[in-house]
């Protein structure tokens, strides 16, 4: 069972940035992929970015450009980077990874983002 830990969120306002993290009980070298998924308050959760195992990584339109995944393979983490923030970008942020043994989440994290 791999427990995740996110940190980092918080209210910023819009054009501001903020840097999510997600530390791992276990180490990631054998991860398949770590990534954020985002859920805003009546909609369903939504794929925000991933990096894989190999390095290859991968965003959601709306935040390319702006949103940047880190993978630490020593500090067991990985961080988003999120630049240009949006109002829409406002949503509880959690943390993913995907195992050779299954997929496990974060609690979540809280991102706010005003006018």
């Known amino acids: 069972q791999v427990q995740l830990v996110e940190s980092g969120g918080g209210s910023v306002q819009a054009g501001g940035s903020l840097r999510l993290s997600c530390s791992a009980s276990d180490s990631i070298f054998s991860f398949n992929a770590m990534g954020w998924h985002r859920q805003a308050p009546g909609k369903t959760r939504e794929f925000v970015a991933s990096?894989?195992?190999?390095?290859?990584?991968a965003y959601a339109d709306s935040v390319k450009g702006r949103f940047t995944i880190f993978r630490d393979t020593a500090k067991k983490s990985a961080s988003l980077q999120m630049n240009g923030l949006k109002p829409e970008d406002t949503a509880v942020y959690y943390c993913?990874?995907?195992?050779?043994?299954?997929?496990?989440w974060g609690q979540g994290t809280q991102v706010t983002v005003f006018t």
């Open positions: 990096s894989t195992r190999t390095g290859t990584t």
């Open positions: 993913i990874v995907q195992t050779p043994t299954g997929t496990y």
